[in-house]
């Protein structure tokens, strides 16, 4: 993968907003999701960036599954993830990595 040791330097083992838009299908953006987040009264304690948590509601979106129709569902998902997330810091990008056989980096460093 182009550019991974840079980005990793740069951003750790989490995802930027853009790179979750686009290896997503993006169907909500950031403000979307964080406002949704924090009306569930979310507080980020475990370190995750604003990227893992639209990464991985977007993702839960993607599948297709019927509990994942609404965003209220997809973002519940998401902090469920993120709240183990902290035990395994980066656990979600390391294995978007290992699935990924092509993609360059380097516009997101």
């Known amino acids: 993968m182009k ?6 330097r740069k951003h750790g083992r989490h995802f930027t907003e853009e ?3 686009t290896v997503t ?3 909500w953006n950031s403000s979307e999701i964080m406002e949704k987040a924090e009306s569930m ?3 980020n304690v475990t370190g995750s960036t604003v990227g893992d948590i639209v990464f ?3 993702y839960a979106k993607d599948t297709g599954k019927s509990f994942y129709k ?3 569902n997809c973002v519940r998902f998401a ?5 183990e997330y902290a035990l395994r810091d980066g656990a979600m990008f390391s294995k ?3 699935d990924t056989k092509e993609f360059d980096l380097t516009p997101y460093i």
Request: proline share 0%; hydrophobic share 40%.
């Open 3 to 8: 550019g991974l040791r840079q980005y990793i």
């Open 19 to 21: 790179l979750a838009m």
């Open 25 to 27: 299908k993006g169907k």
């Open 41 to 43: 009264v979310y507080y």
């Open 56 to 58: 991985l509601t977007n």
């Open 70 to 72: 609404t965003k209220h």
């Open 79 to 83: 902090l469920c993830i993120v709240g």
């Open 96 to 98: 978007w990595v290992g």
